[in-house]
């Protein structure tokens, strides 16, 4: 836990405080994500698996990309290993996961325990938008728990009257999701090297997709950043933030 | 116990284990320079990379439909510092909207 005290007096009127706001946001992530159990749980259904296979996929796994690969070769007439191989290989992203969530997250006890289960795409990401410890902790709480709540009620909706429900396309909800992770990628594009790391990754993902199992794009693409990050050491592309205010504006200087 | 069921069980419990094995790198290893770099790389290239999937690939394939135009609106409300929700909303307003009137 880290810093700031309540109603901190720099605050400018009319901000909300950022762990609220984080909150709220995560929120909204889980309830966008979790919608999109509805296909899942209608796919699996319709796949072969019965209810409780579909349901311990989205409580155990818990993880969109392997689940929806694991009843996509079942669904395809694959075997029961080709589908457990499937989702272990798009599940290696969550280990990348772990490791830069590591340091902010707790250890040990049941909370240690939780923030393994819920280490996913979305909860991840809302994580990493937070400019402190503290943001960073409530951000991978609120996607994470919300994700999970709505994810595994929607499951259970379309494995059990998935033929009923419409597509979640037909929402939107499939733009919505790229449109949250743009929002979340958004505020570190502030030096060049983070938009040209961005941008190669994104080229990569899409260059390969045609190619690769869906998911593993974008393990692909993250070797883009191990790349950049081995390169030798001219400026990080964005600089240390650990234990300082989140600045209202953004930096101006490219230092070069 | 059939095969699936087995498949499901051993599937579920290794993803558990996938996500467990991240946080057991030792805090030294994650101080060294060069991997503080790539773990502070790594969200940027993930994001970047879960952009441009969700926008454009559709299973193995590119396939450019409605979600370009919401991924564009996002970007303009972005630019114009629109907070999180509106950006979100009004992306699937887009998308929902173009498919509804049958243009993607």
């Known amino acids: 836990m880290t810093t700031a005290s309540p109603g901190t007096p720099q605050e400018a009127p009319g901000t909300v405080d950022p762990v609220r706001r984080i909150r709220r946001t995560g929120f909204s992530i889980g309830l966008a994500t979790g919608l999109y159990g509805i296909s899942f749980g209608a796919l699996a259904t319709s796949s072969g698996l019965d209810v409780w296979q579909a349901m311990v996929l989205s409580a155990v796994m818990f993880t969109g990309g392997s689940q929806f690969a694991f009843i996509g070769v079942i669904g395809g007439g694959g075997s029961a290993l080709g589908a457990a191989l499937a989702s272990v290989l798009l599940g290696v992203r969550n280990t990348l996961y772990g490791l830069i969530l590591a340091r902010s997250l707790p250890r040990h006890g049941v909370k240690g325990l939780a923030r393994v289960q819920l280490t996913i795409d979305e909860s991840a990401a809302l994580a990493a938008s937070g400019s402190d410890e503290r943001e960073r902790q409530a951000g991978f709480w609120a996607a994470g728990v919300w994700v999970y709540v709505f994810w595994n009620l929607f499951s259970l909706v379309g494995a059990v009257a998935g033929q009923f429900v419409a597509d979640p396309r037909a929402w939107g909800l499939d733009a919505a999701a790229a449109a949250a992770f743009l929002a979340l990628l958004w505020p570190r594009l502030r030096s060049a090297d983070a938009v040209a790391i961005a941008v190669a990754a994104a080229f990569i993902a899409l260059v390969t997709t045609p190619s690769l199992p869906p998911g593993l794009p974008v393990l692909a693409a993250a070797l883009v950043a191990v790349l950049a990050g081995l390169l030798p050491a001219r400026r990080s592309a964005e600089p240390p933030r650990r234990e300082t205010p989140p600045d209202p504006r953004p930096r101006t200087e490219d230092r070069r | ?104």
Not at chain 2, 55 to 67: K, M
Not at chain 2, 78 to 104: C, N, S
């Open chain 2, 1 to 104: 116990m059939s095969m699936l069921w087995v498949a499901v069980i051993a599937a579920s419990v290794l993803s558990f284990g996938q996500k467990w094995l991240g946080y057991q790198a030792p805090p030294d290893v994650l101080d060294r320079p060069r991997i503080a770099r790539i773990t502070t790389l790594l969200p940027i290239a993930l994001l970047g990379a879960l952009v441009a999937t969700q926008t454009a690939a559709s299973g193995a394939e590119i396939v450019l439909d409605a979600r370009l135009a919401a991924i564009s609106v996002a970007a303009v409300l972005l630019l114009a510092r629109a907070p999180f929700l509106m950006v979100v909303i009004a992306a699937a307003v887009a998308a929902a909207g173009l498919r509804a009137l049958g243009w993607a």
